[in-house]
């Protein structure tokens, strides 16, 4: 699901390549190594005599012979992985100008990601769900709002840290659909360890579609149960930090929640996206992801069922 | 031999009652004071030394609990043991006393101990600031410790990267507490660094040309020059810069005013990386005369060794950046890095070779520190591998902070320097204590300990390809990372088993172990010539040699000059280079001053993270401390030149 040996796109696949090569040449260097060294230990453990050994130069001589020469051994292999190392990195850097930018921005505990577009009324705003249509280089833009996060998504390409005040880049093609995990690296306070996202890799079509239908604003909710929920929801501060497009809700603080129920997951992949698990985030948040900026929303029964209809009308 | 005294009237022989009756009269001159007193106010090198391996044991202990517990909190798939807030407090502890607080004062208390036995010399250099680094050491501990009993321990790492570690998302005093704790570190550190560099310039037995140095002690000597470069980076990045962002809001790294959030990482790491060689340098260097001793050769190479030394220390300040290589740094400048993190595996492989070809031309005795030399090559040889994989941008990118570099760090430090240290602990208890450890257990420390090592950390290289980032305090079921998680958790309780059957060992062997005498394996140092443990004076007389292995060179005694006082506590000062006498000097009594300024350097630090009017009634009171240490000090200096009245002389014992 997320692993360097599953590579997705040709960036990844090549760092693979050469991890198995360093592999390889690193277990015929230590298996060596080991072996000389037992050898070594071993060869005359019967020899109780504690005399001490005088060297003659020709054993002096012989010895540093020896040892100049596994240090030229060692130090060729170093000169290949250099070189090798120095290929592939030249290779990754090495961009199309034709490519689809997204812009990618690290938060306490969440990612948000946007895209762009020549029509304002096109804009796309999401959280911790990255859609990219397959075969098209993808460049990310990656920003920081609070402290340094790290966006690694191992089956598509190594990891590019958020740093405040700096912009960085990360670069992959997806060749192969699907959907592929990925996670905050840099150490980001409490909920470090609960900041995944996911990228999903979808044929160009199932893409665009996507991406029509998510630049829609929200729908107003037909049912009374949502038509209350929508009400529950404007009435309890929700709107000071997310941002419903379509309706009042304004708030840039934390996810956009347009399409929200269109997501695989909430809580930037803690939780499966269920009604059930909806509920209980809004109820706790801490609970379930300790240090979560969303304070809890002790609601009625009866109110927070109809915010979870609500909500779950936003596809 | 005659040029060392200005007109040596040559060779002659001490007879057995001069020899006992100037060992009596050193004796009175040097042991401490009797009862609390004397316990408070000790400058002699061996008791503090001592209670420095004994406290940075302690701490290695501690932070072993500290790992035992993250073991148990990731040993399965959302596990609710310890919860973020613990664990985020807990890794933080783990490592900062793994890196701080054991490794580094472990290393150095090594040579505190060590280093004078095996130049010659009665003492170290600076006695009493010997003293003060300790007790500063224990005011850094308690510190930290304090704080993580009272939940108020540090939070974001031991590299406290901002602007996490900043007011703004750090409130509270928990970031201050490790930014202090840094600054005691350091402070002991390079009190240790100073006096290591002296005594090994200035102090060495008669003859000990810079070409016999003992290799432990070359390993010593260019370590206390990396900490003197290194640790002040840090120092000053901890202290002068973050802490004051903090408390009297400098903005040195807050990006939104003007600061940089990367500068930090360039600091840390400046000192961060040749950190790690200087843990692993003087663990390098014990296992030289280990390896010697039990092959019953002079080491293959002994320029070589010397040189790799100093090049692992130039090049280990050439590679910080490879920690970085997931920031927005050019690319070009990254590949740098990259080549320097190669270039140094180079003189590490020149030591690696050269005790294997010892070993090869050797007559090896697999003793128990020798079976711990084996188990470093083996586990050492693996984390220097991924170590070289790591130093590839490409790679790294996909790897850095992940599991894999745990496991890497892991194989590197416990490898390159715990078992290292394990066999010396073997090798020189018997000094310390004049017993021998058992041999039985010790061997089923070593094998638990091996095994234990490779089943915790080799799971985590497949943890981090697999996607598994550091520092998290739980992950999903559905990561499926859970089943390896549980080998290494298992493999954390086999380590444990295995330090506590040492721990029973040492107490055992320390009541009733076999009597070691003064050199219990026929090695070549200085150190096996004195009684075990050695008398507070070390030396009776000045040991002359003429080689780099003094005890193989010399059948029966060893020569010596004569003509330090007795009465008094006098030094032989020598020459750099070639190590002739040159002069006499004073050492200095017991004193209590180092103690209350290490008190004091608390009240100026620990209090300036409430309130900063605590600063200047820290200073206040040091500046007593500071007038009665110059008081002590300002008794007639007694350091004459040259003048051994007797020159070199043999001892018959």
Redesign the interface.
Known sequence: ?????APASPE?A??TR??WW??GA?LI??LG??T??????????G?A???????TPT??RR??R??IA??LA??IV?AA??V???A???A??QHDADRLVIEVTGH?WWWEVRYSSADPTKLVTTANEIHVPVGVPIHLRLASD???H?F?A?NL?????L???????LWFRADTPGVY??????????????MAFFVVAQPKAEYNAWLAKTSQPAEPPTDAEAARGDTVFMRNGCPLCHRIAGTDAGGAAAPDLTHVAARRTLAAG?LDNTPENLARWIFDPSVIK??ARMPAFHLSAADMRALVAYLETLK | MSSLGSDAPGPVTLEAGDIARDADALERTWRDQPGFWGWLCTVDHKSIGRRYVVTAFAMFLAGGIEAALMRTQLARPENAFLGADRYNQIFTTHGTTMMFLFAVPMMTAMGLYFVPLMVGARSVAFPRLNAFGYWTYCVGIGLLYVALLTNHAPDTGWFAYVPLSETLYAPGHRVDVWAQLVTFTEIAALCAAVNIIVTVFKMRAPGMSVDRIPLFVWAQLVVAFMIVFAMPAVAAGSTLMLAADRAIHMQWFIPARGGDALLWQHIFWFFGHPEVYIIFLPALGMVTPIVETFCRRPVVGYGAIVMANIATAFFAFGLWVHHMFATPLPELGESLFTAASLVIAIPTAVQIFCWIATMWTGRPRLTVPMLFVLGFLFTFINGGITGVMLASVPFDRQAHDTFFVVAHLHYVLIGGAVMPLFAGLYFWFPKFTGRLLGDGLGKWHFWLFLIGTNVTFFPMHILGLDGMPRRIYTYLASTGWGPLNLLASIGAATLAVSVVLFLINVVRSWVAGANAGADPWGAPGLEWAVASPPPPYNFVHAPVVSSAHPLWETSGALPVVTGLRTDRREILITTTFDARPDARHSSPHGSFWPFYLALCMGVVFIGSIFRPYWVLIGTALSCIGLFGWGWESSRPIERERVAMPNGPVVERT
């Open positions: 699901m997320h692993s360097i040996f990844a090549a760092v050469l991890w360093m592999f690193g260097i230590w190594v080991a000389v060294a037992v050898r070594a230990a071993l060869a005359k453990s020899d005599s504690r005399d001490v050994i005088r060297d054993v002096t010895a540093g020896i040892v596994a240090v060692t130090a170093l992985v250099l090798y190392s120095f592939v990195g030249h990754l850097a306490r609070d402290v340094i790290s690694w191992p390409n190594g990891k590019s840290d740093i405040p005040g700096y912009r960085s880049a995990r990925g996670q905050c690296a840099e150490f980001c306070g409490l909920a470090h360890a609960k803690v300790p240090g």
